[in-house]
């Protein structure tokens, strides 16, 4: 299995930033897209922003203009700078990093989040 390990959640007032990381470690394994969802309370799990592997990327229309998703395939590593953060964007924060391994496809594999805190 592909570990995935997150980090740079916490508290921050309204209008400041954070920088979340989710680094992928494991044997034999290729990524394709990485992304961030996030889970408010009492609220479904949400799309926030996907990249792949050659760089493109998606973001929820409430983020945009706000945050930025990059990656460094050399590290399997994937980042979201979160600028300009609003209560709205508190949440559980979770990096999705489906890979292959072996001809098969493992789309089921997420970090355990880390909490993102937005105070006004």
């Known amino acids: 299995q592909v570990q995935l390990v997150e980090s740079g959640g916490g508290l921050v007032q309204a209008g400041g930033s954070l920088r979340l990381s989710c680094a992928a470690s494991?044997?034999?394994?290729?990524?394709?897209?990485m992304g961030w969802y996030r889970q408010a309370p009492g609220k479904q799990r949400e799309l926030v922003a996907t990249?792949?592997?050659?760089?493109?990327?998606n973001y929820a229309d409430s983020v945009k203009g706000r945050f930025t998703i990059s990656r460094d395939n050399a590290e399997n590593t994937v980042y979201l700078q979160m600028n300009s953060l609003r209560p709205e964007d508190t949440a559980v924060y979770y990096c999705?990093?489906?890979?292959?391994?072996?001809?098969?496809?493992?789309?089921?594999?997420w970090g355990h989040g880390t909490r993102v805190t937005v105070d006004s």
């Open positions: 999705y990093v489906p890979y292959l391994r072996d001809g098969r496809y493992f789309d089921n594999n």
């Open positions: 494991g044997s034999t394994f290729l990524i394709t897209s």
């Open positions: 990249i792949s592997n050659g760089g493109s990327t």
